[in-house]
């Protein structure tokens, strides 16, 4: 079955460092992946999207890159801020005529002052 | 842009009550609309995909005689939970498609329910 793994514990890092997340995925062959911020209580924002073709994509502090080989994408936020702390989901889709997406459990961001 | 409403943002109800949550599309048309559930630190789960005009197509092991979804116009979609009870209590989530767009567009989320059943 497919399944979109990330990591579920909490990423803790100082402000002004670079915060990277990760997005592992098995048994599906996405045509593109999406990233969004979800703060707790909200619905999820849209951040970023890569296709299948494209190795990586920048806007402003943020930058994601996709390995179709590796099945992973990378999700980094560049001089972190407190602001920036949220949960942070990837979501894979474009697989077949489906607009849907399968999202993952999404990872935890804490960027301390 | 592409604001997506959902009304209302919590519920807290007894047992057996019925209750509708509504999603609109503020600023554009959306010909596909989206109804997630989630978990407290779980992933967005799919339910429903609700088409302008048409019956919606539910997810494996979605009743939908208990989530019934109806998408009568191109910027409102409802989910009425049917006899609610406790185990339906969660958070509820809707997103729109903007009509005309490529596949690989995002989707524009609401702010979500928390439906809370007594």
């Known amino acids: 079955s497919q399944k979109i793994e990330q990591n579920s514990e909490a990423l803790n890092i100082q402000e002004g460092k670079t915060a990277t997340l990760t997005c592992n995925y098995t048994?599906?062959?996405?045509?593109?992946l999406q990233w969004y911020r979800q703060d707790p209580g909200r619905g999820p924002v849209f951040l970023l999207l890569?296709?299948?073709?494209?190795k990586e994509k920048r806007k402003e502090r943020l930058k994601v890159t996709f390995d179709t080989t590796l099945k992973q994408s990378l999700f980094h936020i560049t001089a972190s801020q407190p602001a920036d702390s949220a949960t942070y989901l990837c979501?894979?889709?474009?697989?077949?005529?489906?607009?849907?997406?399968?999202f993952g459990s999404g990872t935890r961001l804490l960027v301390r002052p | 842009g592409a604001v997506v409403s959902q009304h209302p943002s919590r519920v807290i109800c007894k047992s057996g009550t019925s209750v509708k949550i509504e999603c609109r599309s503020l600023?554009?048309?959306?010909?596909?609309m989206f109804w997630y559930r989630q978990f407290p630190k779980k992933s967005l789960m799919l339910m429903a995909t609700?088409?302008?005009?048409?019956?919606?197509?539910?997810e494996q092991g979605v009743e939908k005689d208990k989530f019934l979804i109806n998408h009568a116009s191109l910027t409102l979609s409802t989910l009425t939970v049917t006899s609610a009870h406790p185990e339906d209590s969660s958070f509820y989530i809707c997103?729109?498609?903007?009509?005309?767009?490529?596949?690989?567009?995002?989707?524009?989320f609401g702010d979500g329910t928390r439906l809370s059943i007594l």
């Open positions: 890569i296709r299948e073709n494209e």
């Open positions: 997103s729109a498609r903007e009509r005309g767009v490529w596949g690989n567009q995002p989707q524009h």
């Open positions: 979501a894979l889709g474009g697989q077949g005529s489906s607009y849907k997406l399968i």
């Open positions: 048994n599906y062959s996405p045509a593109y």
């Open positions: 609700s088409n302008e005009g048409s019956k919606a197509t539910y």
């Open positions: 600023d554009f048309q959306a010909t596909t």
